[in-house]
């Protein structure tokens, strides 16, 4: 089909049927589906919520003629069979976060205001799946028979702990190239490695201490905003500072606060690690015994150089560029100093190395090191057909000439043998005040938005059809 006579056809598609798609995606916004676990049950291992949402949505592929199976509740799909048993994968999931608070609209149904949809699930992942869902039906609609089976999966675990793509990896093949709409554009065709780990130091007793207590940061994949400790001091002999504040704890003891400024561990100078500015603080004012210290003066090489290069561990490469690494929670436990890190790293270094490198420098103070977490670099090479196939579609709907880029981040694409995260977020454009983020309170999309992402998937479909996918 003539690139002018494809898009006009997509063109026909969307104004016939963009009401029915939004209600599609309100189908399943109205649907609270986040993990509870103590209410899982058989055909159900995440709860009731993602079981659902799950059923909706093979449901609507059924209704739209695809062939449709529910596997134990874990994870579904529905297949549009080609000529040969070799997939094309697509891959959204249909559980969500929690709903929270702060929310101005409904967040389980879906609010439309000056052309954005609100509501849980709208941008993550429920309106981008539907996107992708009726770029299959489009297809399908044209009467063609693709070289190729497209599967169409979906997720109902991906918000805490991808449980459901272990299932699938247990019992099915995966397909020969996947992306998930469930990212940013224009692709991103590559993961850098996740290594978390935890420091421990040497036990300290409480009467060899100055620190009392230390406690910061909420999240081990996040710079943390606030920490704070107490100490055997005066308060009124410890200055303020334009980021610590101290109060009286009781007699002998003050509370030194801090105000740092939160960011994602991939993104960490974006942020300011309140651990950090502790940690300067009790070095720089002598509030610390002799073992105390040493801990601290080895926590400082990793909080205050979050390119690795104080825990000899800096490095970087072509796809990904530098390593980063944070110190993201900290607690003080039995006697012991218990700070997490979180580093994403590229492709010149393993997690063994990092292992051995910052185990080393623990040894030499006398506490443990334990490795919590390890993922692999994923890649794709940005060259690699697959990825031009998604690039060169994106940049046929939009007019642009954007270019493909690697993150920290992790999605559903690792988790296959080849794969690509794919939209439909856009960073640079700027959404109205009152729209939420993904996760957030008043979470919401622009129509425009996904009515584009559409076009894209569907130019996209036609063009990977025409690859060597074997």
Same mark, same amino acid.
């Given at each position: 089909?003539?690139?002018?006579?494809?898009?006009?056809?997509?063109?026909?598609?969307? &104004? =016939?049927?963009?009401? +029915?798609? *939004?209600?599609?995606?309100?189908?399943?916004?109205?649907? !609270?589906? $986040?993990?509870?676990?103590?209410?899982?049950?058989?055909?159900?291992?995440?709860?009731?919520?993602?079981?659902?949402?799950?059923?909706?949505?093979?449901?609507?592929?059924?209704?739209?003629?695809?062939?449709?199976?529910?596997?134990?509740g874990y994870i579904g799909f529905a297949d549009f069979p080609g000529k040969s048993e070799t997939q094309l994968g697509i891959i959204g999931h249909m559980d969500v976060v929690p709903a929270g608070p702060g929310w101005t609209y409904q967040p389980y149904e879906v609010t439309?205001?000056?052309?954005?949809?609100?509501?849980?699930?709208?941008?993550?992942?429920?309106?981008?799946?539907?996107?992708?869902?009726?770029?299959?039906?489009?297809?399908?609609?044209?009467?063609?028979?693709?070289?190729?089976?497209?599967?169409?999966?979906?997720?109902?675990? &991906? =918000?805490?702990?991808? +449980?459901? *793509?272990?299932?699938?990896?247990?019992?099915?093949?995966? !397909?020969? $190239?996947?992306?998930?709409?469930?990212?940013?554009?224009?692709?991103?065709?590559?993961?850098?490695?996740?290594?978390?780990?935890?420091?421990?130091?040497?036990?300290?007793?409480?009467?060899?201490?100055?620190?009392?207590?230390?406690?910061?940061?909420?999240?081990?994949?996040?710079?943390?905003?606030?920490?704070?400790?107490?100490?055997?001091?005066?308060?009124?002999?410890?200055?303020?500072?334009?980021?610590?504040?101290?109060?009286?704890?009781?007699?002998?003891?003050?509370?030194?606060?801090?105000?740092?400024?939160?960011?994602h561990a991939s993104t960490p100078d974006e942020g300011i690690n309140a651990i950090g500015l502790l940690v300067d603080y009790l070095l720089e004012q002598g509030l610390c015994g002799a073992d105390e210290r040493a801990f601290l003066e080895l926590d400082q090489k990793l909080?205050?150089?979050?390119?690795?290069?104080?825990?000899?561990?800096?490095?970087?490469?072509?796809? $990904?560029?530098?390593?980063?690494?944070?110190?993201?929670?900290?607690?003080?436990?039995?006697?012991?100093?218990?700070?997490?890190?979180?580093?994403?790293?590229?492709?010149?270094?393993?997690?063994?190395?990092?292992?051995?490198?910052?185990?080393?420098?623990?040894?030499?103070?006398?506490?443990?090191?334990?490795?919590?977490?390890?993922?692999?670099?994923?890649?794709?090479?940005?060259?690699?057909?697959?990825?031009?196939?998604?690039?060169?579609?994106?940049?046929?709907?939009?007019?642009?000439?954007?270019?493909?880029?690697?993150?920290?981040?992790?999605?559903?694409?690792?988790?296959?043998?080849?794969?690509?995260?794919?939209?439909?977020?856009?960073?640079?454009?700027?959404?109205?005040?009152?729209?939420?983020?993904?996760?957030?309170?008043?979470?919401?999309?622009?129509?425009?938005?996904?009515?584009?992402?559409?076009?894209?998937?569907?130019?996209?479909?036609?063009?990977?059809?025409?690859?060597?996918?074997?």
């Amino acid at each position: 089909m003539e690139h002018a006579e494809l898009t006009k056809k997509i063109d026909a598609y969307l &104004e =016939e049927n963009w009401d +029915a798609m *939004v209600g599609d995606i309100t189908t399943l916004v109205r649907i !609270p589906s $986040f993990e509870e676990l103590d209410k899982k049950a058989e055909g159900a291992p995440f709860g009731p919520g993602p079981k659902a949402a799950l059923t909706a949505a093979l449901d609507l592929a059924d209704s739209m003629g695809f062939t449709t199976h529910d596997a134990e509740g874990y994870i579904g799909f529905a297949d549009f069979p080609g000529k040969s048993e070799t997939q094309l994968g697509i891959i959204g999931h249909m559980d969500v976060v929690p709903a929270g608070p702060g929310w101005t609209y409904q967040p389980y149904e879906v609010t439309r205001k000056d052309g954005y949809l609100m509501g849980r699930g709208t941008l993550d992942d429920k309106g981008p799946s539907v996107m992708a869902l009726h770029a299959m039906k489009f297809w399908k609609d044209q009467g063609v028979e693709f070289p190729y089976t497209i599967r169409f999966l979906f997720g109902a675990n &991906e =918000e805490s702990g991808m +449980a459901d *793509v272990a299932y699938y990896h247990e019992h099915y093949e995966d !397909p020969a $190239f996947l992306f998930t709409p469930d990212a940013e554009f224009p692709v991103c065709y590559g993961e850098k490695g996740g290594f978390d780990g935890t420091i421990t130091s040497k036990p300290i007793e409480e009467c060899a201490r100055v620190i009392v207590e230390f406690e910061g940061g909420a999240a081990t994949n996040a710079v943390p905003g606030i920490a704070h400790a107490v100490v055997k001091a005066e308060a009124k002999e410890l200055p303020n500072t334009d980021r610590i504040t101290v109060t009286e704890a009781g007699p002998g003891l003050a509370r030194l606060e801090a105000a740092g400024k939160g960011a994602h561990a991939s993104t960490p100078d974006e942020g300011i690690n309140a651990i950090g500015l502790l940690v300067d603080y009790l070095l720089e004012q002598g509030l610390c015994g002799a073992d105390e210290r040493a801990f601290l003066e080895l926590d400082q090489k990793l909080l205050n150089h979050t390119d690795g290069g104080g825990v000899g561990i800096k490095t970087e490469d072509e796809y $990904f560029g530098p390593l980063t690494v944070i110190g993201g929670t900290i607690a003080l436990k039995d006697n012991c100093f218990v700070q997490t890190l979180d580093s994403r790293f590229p492709t010149s270094i393993t997690g063994d190395d990092i292992m051995e490198r910052v185990g080393s420098l623990v040894g030499e103070v006398g506490g443990t090191f334990e490795n919590t977490l390890l993922m692999v670099p994923f890649l794709v090479k940005p060259d690699s057909p697959v990825i031009q196939a998604l690039l060169n579609a994106y940049n046929e709907a939009t007019g642009e000439d954007a270019k493909p880029f690697t993150m920290g981040g992790g999605t559903y694409a690792r988790e296959f043998k080849s794969g690509a995260s794919f939209g439909p977020e856009k960073p640079w454009v700027k959404n109205p005040e009152w729209v939420g983020m993904m996760h957030g309170p008043d979470e919401g999309v622009s129509e425009d938005l996904l009515k584009q992402s559409f076009k894209i998937y569907a130019l996209t479909l036609d063009k990977l059809m025409q690859l060597d996918l074997k």
